[in-house]
């Protein structure tokens, strides 16, 4: 099984400033099928990035999504109130799927 | 618009069975294979397995074999999850997932928590 890890575990920014978001695989992620998932206190969660850079539908433009093999990266580039949540990334490949522990941004 | 509305939180006692069901609305509802995923307390999303809605397939992962049992209403386009033999390890939120592909998940239900204690 791939194991994911996230960091940090706790973010802590301001409105406005930029968010990097690392998640970093054990093994080499599969035609880089990792996505990233924003969770709002009380609600579903939301997919946010797909195939590592894809934005999923009405996700705004600010989030974007890098990386391969190992290394991956979600950028927000200015921190909007709502965005602040939990973030998870998950590997999605063919045969087998994992999720990282999360990153929880808080506002500062 | 794409819905996944889930039951409300229950409280069980150890040994005992939980169904969570799942309720779709909004898209062609045996098209897309429907998974579910919890997390416990201070733990990491946990795979449980998932139900193909069209012929009722299911595949479930290897922890929970035996002890899990997804079904479908195709009638009321809702989606169960069966666990037994609860022990207190099994208190987390479950989410209900539409598969857009593999196991990319692209609609969530709200969670449902299960606490499970005697």
């Known amino acids: 099984e791939i194991v994911l890890t996230q960091s940090p575990g706790t973010l802590s920014l301001s409105p406005g400033e930029r968010a990097t978001l690392s998640c970093r695989a054990s093994q080499s992620v599969t035609s880089n099928y990792l996505a990233w998932y924003q969770r709002r206190p009380g609600q579903a969660p939301r997919l946010l990035i797909y195939?590592?850079?894809t934005r999923a539908t009405g996700i705004p433009d600010r989030f974007s999504g890098s990386g391969s093999g190992t290394d991956f990266t979600l950028t927000i580039s200015r921190l909007e109130p709502e965005d602040f949540a939990v973030y998870f990334c998950q590997q999605y490949g063919r045969s087998a799927s994992s999720f990282g522990q999360g990153t929880n941004l808080e506002i500062k | 618009q794409v819905q996944l509305v889930q039951s409300g939180a229950e409280v069980k006692k150890p040994g005992a069975s939980v169904k969570v069901s799942c309720k779709t609305s909004?898209?062609?509802?045996?098209?897309?294979?429907m998974h579910w995923v919890r997390q416990a307390p201070g733990q990491g999303l946990e795979w449980m397995g998932m139900i193909n809605p069209s012929g009722a397939g299911t595949t479930y992962a290897q922890k929970f074999q035996g002890r899990v049992t997804m079904t479908r209403d195709t009638s009321t386009s809702t989606v169960y999850m069966d666990l037994s033999s609860l022990i207190s390890e099994d208190t987390a939120v479950y989410y209900c997932?539409?598969?857009?592909?593999?196991?990319?998940?692209?609609?969530w239900g709200q969670g449902t928590l299960v606490t499970v204690s005697s």
């Open positions: 997932a539409r598969g857009l592909w593999t196991w990319l998940l692209d609609y």
């Open positions: 195939g590592a850079s």
């Open positions: 909004g898209y062609t509802f045996s098209t897309y294979n």
